[in-house]
């Protein structure tokens, strides 16, 4: 028997158009829009993934493989975005950080996730397909090192704290790990202060707080 998943939030258009971008195995079965502010989809019986290089080569083949032609970057847009949403937090973001989202080589793509943690894949259960959910917004930066910089927060122990998910021992990143990664992943910390807060998650919202202080270290 087949359950219904319904999803319904200020964002459901987006992720509805984003979702539907995927190709069909990969994306949630039954994928609907029955009202303006909700999606809806069947559950997939499964559990989240435990290893990260699937997972990179699933998005590697099927998301950020080269669509017609790639999703427009706008840099500055994303540095916009993120120094507004740093200053309501009360975060400052170094310039060596922000020289390095300006300047710092990046990968087209056809197409991102934007919110590609472990927690957001489901491994199906009784097989190795893997179904993406949860799409997030690339505000101006899509480029696969967006996407990989959330799979390093996942390796960086939030997503154990967050939402329990295991990431097998020795796992890592199947790329080498740039300094782009390292500024992206500060910006996803400051974009996740808030949903941390409206979830009452203090706990994630400390450990986020302390790895932008550590993070922003690495650009002193
Ligand atoms: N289609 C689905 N099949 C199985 N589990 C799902 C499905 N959609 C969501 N879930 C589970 O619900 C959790 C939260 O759903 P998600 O859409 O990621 O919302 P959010 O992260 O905004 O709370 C996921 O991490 C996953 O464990
Ligand atoms: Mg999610």
């Not at 199906?124 to 927060?153: T, V």
């Not at 910390?189 to 400390?206: P, T």
Request: proline content about 5%.
């Amino acid at each position: 028997m087949s359950i219904t998943v319904t999803k319904c939030c200020e964002d459901a258009p987006h992720q509805f158009t984003s979702l539907m971008r995927l190709p069909e195995e990969i994306r949630p079965p039954k994928l609907a829009m029955p009202t303006e502010s909700c999606l809806t989809y069947e559950l997939v019986h499964g559990s989240h993934p435990t290893r990260i290089a699937p997972v990179w080569d699933a998005a590697n083949r099927s998301i950020w493989a080269w669509a017609d032609k790639p999703e427009e970057i706008d840099r500055e847009k994303y540095l916009r975005y993120v120094y507004g949403v740093s200053k309501t937090e009360g975060v400052s973001m170094p310039s060596r950080l922000a020289e390095s989202i300006r300047q710092d080589l990046v990968t087209l793509v056809g197409h991102v996730h934007g919110d590609l943690t472990l927690h957001n894949v489901i491994e199906r259960s009784g097989s190795q397909q893997l179904i993406f959910i949860d799409p997030g917004h690339a505000h101006g930066m899509a480029c696969r090192e967006l996407d990989e910089a959330k799979l390093l927060q996942t390796l960086d122990g939030f997503c154990l704290l967050y939402r329990g998910c295991r990431v097998d021992p020795g796992e890592r990143l199947p790329v080498a790990v740039r300094r782009i990664h390292w500024a992206l992943l500060w910006t996803h910390y400051v974009r996740l202060l808030r949903h941390m807060r409206s979830r009452k998650r203090k706990d994630c919202e400390i450990f986020a707080r302390r790895r932008l202080s550590e993070i922003g270290e690495l650009f002193a």
